[in-house]
């Protein structure tokens, strides 16, 4: 076990030296990026068989002093299996697709660096057993969206990256705010032993106010419903693989996985908890779909469709369920691909034509039949249709629905669903179907590394399905369902070991 | 029990500088003003009546009471967080000025929806 | 960007370097007094704006600072990098203190406790010089045609 | 103790107060550093030096920044406005900080009382820190050795956010097509 900081420090390590590196040698941007992301990818790969148990790795070999964590401890189980492919998976297609697409920006080697931290923000949060340790690796992610967000400094672009800045800074503060009452009340960081430690202090008031906080914070960062402002304007704004991330991966490590982790794990989950999600999610997934009816930028679209989705996952969680976590998980995992992919579209379109606007655009299935191929498996998945992705983790989630007598939110997500369909033949039916307009009639299909991370991830999108047959679940999914459910004995488990 | 209250109040102030301010560096000041509150808040939390600062010097005895150190190393990191996210906002604060001439939000609409 | 008076400038003449040596110290001694990498390294970025702020600086040498700073940079961080990689390395977990473990030193000297001395180093060099990069952009910054 | 810190909270309160509500930006951030040297010196009375040493001087070249900010654009604040919807505003505002200090004094008293905090982490490295890490100052054995991990992280906050200062300060972003 000794490779779990690797996550964190190969990606670290490469963004270091690419700043310098990259003023003689001209290629080594992209090679940094994809060699970072490719081997971590690969690692997170070779971590699937630790799914079942849960190891800790001590970093500086600061084992517990008489029971007591005193070093940071790294922890590996299911969900932190799922995340990791998750996040690696979607950075490495990512970092292959901007190896054209940011020939259209300036100054390579600084989005390299800062995609490079990002990435390795997310790991770290994903791996981290340490609450201080989860905050400091959520600034990095953070900052670095927000300069990625600004890259291409045309005032739209600063003016977004402002408004999530400002947003983020509040929550930041907020989860700090939080963190300090953590340890004041538990004398500890470490999330294992501060759930122990809370396991004694049952009813404290101060447990529910700890909660709010970082709920709030957490919310914000994952942008569910009422705090979601930032998203909309913030997504569509940055590079289009920078929205993959932030759309497919970002919000969901900084916002759901959060959430999952210390509530689930940490403070205890309690009926008044699930019911917040359960409204939040109803709520997401409604308004977000409604709004996204109404656009016609194709990435501003998206952006909203990732808060309706996000109604889905969280909906999912919120039952509480097994089946619902199950259900929640899967459709997390097959967002991040979904979404990450019709982001991508949505930039070749923009590094084709030069415009998102979906009134200006249409036709261009033929002039660009591997975006137009792989953006409608997209849209089909996260339509839910049948047999993409898309579909088996709706079902799920609206199985769990019923199962745990909630027939009407079940009956809503459906219709959400069939709104999301509609919203997405819209885009169908103006981008790629009916006349080609004369001033796309030049218009090529975009550089082979880009049509390559669509391919690869529309085949994910196709094959994603098989996650549920009963002997990958087993390996996949199930451990990531069985840390949730395991409620509190992930604190004996992360101690134990 | 009055010290963090009071810290809680200068929290609020940054917090309300950060929700009715209409100019974006009056913004910025409430932020700033949010990580002071939170640095102070958790640096009160590691105090410890009659401890001494957390540095051993030769000839001390090995029971000395010392304050907390644990807070300090985490206000430590979370100061020089704050430092980088003003550096940043400032930035974007300076580039909107450029864009747009004026710091005033609600003049800067480009972003409707 | 202009310099300042002759009085600034000479006054700043003398305070600069002692300033920067202030920060060297804190630095080196910041596992036996407070202080450390961050507060020297800020100091030693403080020492370089001050020259800045007195005497101005074109754009040629504005560019080369800057070119410096960002080799600092990345070398100080990358310097960290790899002493919190070095466990990784020599096959026991990742940031263990590699050297005091295998000679500790004397408690309350400069050369003690292996490598926090040589991290609080690597830290000040990357803070001293990003800090200084930070300051660099915002004062060169020309601002561009208004709309 | 408390005799001292209760005016310097105090002070910071109304530093903030004015640096929120001046109409001149530069006197605005002038008053913030009123609340970052009075935090200062509430961190040496706290028995802090580490933290005193470094707000001071993080503290210091903050202003510089901002103050760099504000001469490259205007000091002047014309969203300053006095009038009824002022007052409304400080009125709602001031409730809402009442509400919201009646929820949290309430939780304050199940937490450990001011000056004795609960050592569970912190115990192992005030008795060890010496003889496990060499280093005399407790503050950089924890920053350095048992929690140097985050202490990376903290430096690549700064990397990333001097990074992102920079790429952001370009002035052009897009390739012309």
């Known amino acids: 076990m000794n490779w779990l900081p690797l996550f964190v420090v190969v990606p670290l390590g490469m963004a270091f030296l690419t700043p310098i590196l990259s003023k003689w040698l001209k290629w080594f941007p992209d090679a940094a990026a994809n060699l970072a992301t490719g081997s971590a990818m690969a690692l997170s790969i070779v971590a699937l068989p630790f799914a079942k148990a849960t190891t800790v790795y001590f970093v500086g070999g600061w084992m517990p002093f008489n029971g007591v964590p005193i070093g940071i401890h790294l922890v590996l189980d299911g969900l932190t299996v799922l995340m990791l492919l998750a996040v690696n998976l979607v950075a490495f297609a990512c970092t292959v697709y901007s190896v054209s697409y940011m020939k259209h920006y300036t100054d390579k080697a600084k989005f390299v660096t800062l995609f490079l931290l990002m990435v390795a923000g997310l790991n770290g949060v994903v791996v981290s057993g340490d609450l201080f340790n989860v905050f400091v690796f959520f600034e990095i992610t953070a900052i670095a969206c927000y300069a990625l967000v600004a890259f291409g400094v045309e005032a739209e672009e600063l003016e977004a990256s402002f408004k999530y800045q400002v947003l983020g800074g509040v929550a930041s503060s907020l989860i700090l705010l939080g963190i300090a009452l953590f340890y004041w009340l538990t004398g500890t960081l470490n999330l294992a032993d501060g759930a122990r430690v809370l396991a004694q202090k049952e009813g404290n008031p101060a447990v529910f106010f700890i909660g709010g906080l970082l709920f709030t914070g957490f919310g914000l960062k994952g942008a569910l419903m009422p705090f979601h402002a930032w998203l909309p304007d913030a997504h569509p704004s940055a590079p289009a693989p920078v929205s993959a991330m932030l759309s497919g991966v970002v919000i969901k490590v900084l916002g759901v996985y959060a959430i999952c982790r210390v509530f689930f794990n940490v403070l205890g989950v309690t009926p008044a908890l699930l019911s917040v999600l359960l409204v939040l999610g109803v709520v997401s997934m409604t308004v977000g779909v409604l709004l996204a009816l109404a656009q016609w930028d194709f990435k501003r679209l998206l952006a909203y469709h990732s808060i309706s989705q996000m109604g889905y996952i969280v909906i999912g969680i919120g039952l509480g369920t097994p089946l619902g976590i199950l259900g929640g998980l899967f459709h997390l995992v097959n967002h991040t691909v979904f979404k990450s992919l019709l982001f991508l579209n949505a930039g070749a379109l923009e590094y084709a034509t030069g415009t998102r606007n979906l009134k200006r655009l249409g036709g261009l299935n033929r002039k660009m039949p591997v975006t137009s191929g792989t953006s409608m498996i997209a849209s089909f998945s996260i339509a839910g249709l049948p047999p993409f992705n898309g579909f088996w983790s709706k079902l799920v989630i609206v199985l769990a629905c019923v199962q745990a007598g909630h027939p009407i939110i079940a009956g809503w997500a459906v219709l959400g669903s069939i709104l999301t369909l509609a919203s997405f033949l819209k885009v169908q039916r103006y981008a790629f179907w009916g006349e080609l307009r004369e001033t796309w009639a030049r218009v090529r299909e975009a550089p082979a590394p880009m049509c390559a991370a669509m391919i690869a991830l529309a085949i994910l999108c196709l094959a994603m399905g098989a996650l549920l047959i009963p002997s990958v679940k087993a390996a996949v999914l199930d451990p990531a369902v069985e840390v949730l459910t395991g409620g509190l004995s992930y604190a004996s488990k992360a101690l134990g070991g | 029990m009055i010290l963090y209250t009071l810290a809680i109040v200068l929290f609020l102030v940054g917090l309300y500088g950060v929700l009715v301010k209409r100019n974006i560096f009056k913004i910025i000041i409430g932020l700033a003003v949010i990580e002071y509150a939170v640095n102070l808040l958790f640096a009160l939390i590691g105090y410890r009546y009659g401890g001494a600062a957390p540095i051993r010097t030769q000839g001390m005895p090995q029971d000395t009471l010392f304050v907390d150190p644990i807070p300090q190393a985490l206000v430590l990191t979370a100061i020089v967080i704050g430092l980088a996210t003003t550096a940043l906002i400032a930035a974007v604060a300076v580039r909107i000025y450029e864009k747009y001439d004026t710091y005033d939000v609600r003049k800067i609409r480009k972003l409707r929806g | 960007m202009r310099g300042m008076t002759p009085i600034v400038q000479c006054i700043s003449r003398l305070m600069a370097p002692s300033i920067f040596l202030l920060g060297v110290y804190v630095v080196l001694h910041g596992h036996l007094t407070p202080g450390g990498g961050f507060a020297g390294g800020v100091l030693i970025a403080g020492a370089f704006v001050l020259l800045v702020l007195a005497f101005g600086s074109d754009e040629w040498r504005s560019r080369a600072l800057n070119w410096n700073a960002t080799v600092f940079e990345s070398l100080g961080l990358f310097f960290f990098w790899f002493l919190a990689v070095m466990g990784l390395i020599e096959g026991v977990p990742f940031f263990v203190n590699v050297i005091a473990k295998a000679n500790p030193g004397h408690p309350y000297r400069l050369f003690s406790a292996g490598i926090i001395p040589l991290c609080n180093a690597a830290i000040g060099m990357e803070v001293a010089a990003g800090l200084f990069f930070v300051f660099m952009c915002l004062a060169i910054l020309k601002m561009g045609e208004k709309p | ?177």
Do not use: C
């Not at chain 4, 935090?39 to 903050?62: G, S």
């Not at chain 4, 912190?122 to 924890?142: E, H, K, R």
């Not at chain 4, 991990?149 to 972003?173: I, K």
């Open chain 4, 1 to 177: 103790m408390l005799t001292i810190l209760v005016p310097l909270l105090v002070l910071m309160i109304l530093g903030a107060v004015i640096a929120l509500e001046s109409k001149d930006l530069l006197s605005g951030i002038i008053s913030l550093g009123i609340i970052g040297f009075a935090l200062t010196i509430i961190f040496l009375l706290l028995q802090a030096p580490d933290l005193a040493i470094v707000q001071i001087i993080v503290e210091t070249l903050t202003l510089v920044i901002l103050i760099a900010a504000i001469l490259k654009t205007t000091r002047e604040d014309t969203t300053e406005t006095f009038g009824f919807k002022k007052i409304l505003l400080w009125g709602i505002g001031l409730i809402a900080i009442a509400a919201f200090l009646l929820v949290t004094v309430n939780i304050f008293k199940h937490l450990p009382p001011f000056g004795s905090p609960v050592l569970r982490m912190a115990q192992p490295y005030i008795d060890l820190g010496l003889p496990m890490t060499g280093a005399a100052n407790l503050v950089a054995a924890i920053i350095l050795d048992f929690r140097g991990y985050d202490t990376l992280g903290e430096a690549t906050v700064l990397f990333t956010a001097v990074a992102g200062t920079v790429a952001v300060l370009r002035s052009v972003g897009r390739k012309r097509a």
